[in-house]
């Protein structure tokens, strides 16, 4: 059974500082692993989506790496801000699967 | 485009009752997914639909637990006789496919339910 795990459960950074966060799954037999940020009350907003034959995505300040055979990904956020406030959540689609499974997520606070 | 849309936002039950949560995916996607969100347990994966398929059930925790998607749109989850433990928030997503070349989730703002 696939489990996703993220380090670390919390981070507080001040603001400007570049940040990287930790994804890892157990069974690397997948399709795909998408990054998400999910604001306190709010639904999930997609943030970057890697396909299992990609190594890296890139959208903005934000660059997320996959290396698969190792079971692990890595969402780095250049230059944050208070606006970047908000939990994100590390999801793996299995080979076989349609269903995500979901890491409980890193819960980030820049400090303006 | 619009997004993924779920009513009610929220909802109060009182244990015993039975509620319909519902979602409208994005317009055109023929994979819906409905996942539960609880404190403790993370995000859950509760049933899929892809088009007239037969829908995958396995995540969902009980038989009071069901779902229908009428007309490849518009799907319902009905929780029957609900208890304190099923208050969580309810989320539905939706794709362009369901089929392994993986399009994108998107997601609604979910559906806060309490049961008192």
């Known amino acids: 059974k696939q489990e996703v795990t993220q380090i670390p459960a919390a981070l507080s950074v001040p603001e400007g500082e570049n940040l990287v966060l930790n994804c890892s799954f157990t069974d690397s037999a997948i399709y795909n692993l998408q990054w998400f940020r999910q604001d306190p009350g709010k639904g999930l907003t997609s943030l970057l989506l890697?396909?299992?034959?990609?190594r890296e995505q890139t959208s903005g300040r934000l660059n997320a790496s996959l290396d698969k055979s190792s079971g692990r990904s890595t969402l780095y956020i250049a230059a944050s801000q208070p606006g970047d406030s908000a939990t994100y959540l590390c999801?793996?689609?299995?080979?076989?699967?349609?269903?995500?499974?979901f890491g409980s997520g890193t819960r980030l606070q820049v400090q303006p | 485009g619009a997004g993924v849309s779920q009513s009610p936002s929220n909802k109060v039950t009182e244990k015993g009752k039975d509620v319909e949560l519902r979602c409208d995916p994005i317009s055109g996607h023929t994979a819906l997914y409905w996942y539960r969100q609880s404190l403790g347990q993370g995000l859950e994966f509760l049933i899929y639909?892809?088009?007239?398929?037969?829908?995958?059930k396995s995540g969902l925790p009980s038989d009071r637990f069901s779902a229908e998607r009428t007309g490849g749109s518009v799907s319902t989850l009905t929780i029957q006789r609900t208890q304190q433990e099923d208050s969580a928030v309810y989320l539905c997503?939706?794709?362009?496919?369901?089929?392994?070349?993986?399009?994108?989730?998107?997601f609604g703002p979910g559906t806060r339910l309490t049961v008192t």
């Open positions: 890697i396909q299992s034959s990609q």
């Open positions: 997503a939706s794709s362009l496919s369901g089929n392994p070349t993986s399009y994108e989730q998107y």
């Open positions: 999801a793996v689609r299995d080979t076989g699967r349609r269903a995500l499974t």
């Open positions: 639909f892809q088009g007239n398929s037969a829908p995958d």
